[in-house]
C-alpha cells in the first residue's frame, strides 16, 4: 500500500481530508483475477466451437512446482476420451495454449501467461521426461557411447536438460533445427 | 469451423469488425477463407506462420471426427 498523501483531521471538521492511498497488490490481484476469470471463459467457449465436451477446472497454485512456477494461471481440461485435445507429442495442447495465450493476453493487454493441460497429461510427461533422461544418463554412463532422443518441442528438451544439468558425467545439448531439434546425451569424464 | 475461426481471430486483432470468415464445403472438404484488415495480417500469420499453423491444428480437430479435411487460407 502506498499512501499518496496523508489525510487530516481538520479542527470541528473543517479542513479534513481524506487519506488518499493507492493499493497496488490489490489491484495486481485483481488484474490477475480478471485474465484468470477470461482464460477459462474463453477456453470453455473453444472447446464449446471444437466440438468438445469436456469441463475446465482452474488449478491450484500449489499442485506441479516446476510448470507452475512459469505460469501463474493453470487449467485443465477433463472429460472423456480427450486423446484428440493432446495430439501427437502434444502438438493440438500446445497450439490451443498458444491461441489462448495470444487472445487473453490482447483482451488484458498485457503478456498473460498460462499453462492448459488435459487430465494432468503435462504433469505425467513432465516425470516420463525426467526418468527417461535418468535412464539413458545411465545407459551413455555404462556404454560410453552418446544417446539422441526423439524430436522434442523447447519445452521438453528444457526438461530434459534441467533434469541432467547437475548430473557429473554426461552433458546434454541440442541439435537439428526447428520441428526436428532433438537432445543428445554425451558421455563427459570430469 | 467458421465460428471457431472467427472467435480465434476476433478476439487477437486489432480490427474485429473487419474480420470475414467464409466456408466452401463439399463432401470431403472444407476451405476456409480469413480476410482481415491489412494492420493485422501479421497478428493472424505469426512469426514463421506459427498462429496460422496453431488455428490449422485446431481445426484438425473438428476435422478429424467429421472425416473430412479442412483447409485455413488466408487472403
Redesign the interface.
Known sequence: MVVLKKGRPGFLGFGAEEARVRVIRHRLEEAERASLILAKE?LE??LN????SASVRVKEPSSSGEIRERAPIALDISGEDLG??I?RRG??L???Q??LY??VS??MKARVLLSIDVEGYRERRYEALKNLALRMAERVRDTGQSVTLEPMSPSERRIIHLALQDHTEVITQSIGEGETRKVTIRYEKQ | MKELIEYIVKSIVNKPEEVVVTEERDSERVILKLQVAPEDMGRVIGKQGRVAQAMRTLLRVIAVREGIRADLEIV
Not at chain 1, 49 to 52: E, Q, W
Open positions: 474463453m467457449k473453444l466451437l471444437m466440438k468438445v484428440i485435445l495430439g502438438n493440438t500446445s497450439s490451443l498458444y491461441l495470444l487472445m490482447h483482451q
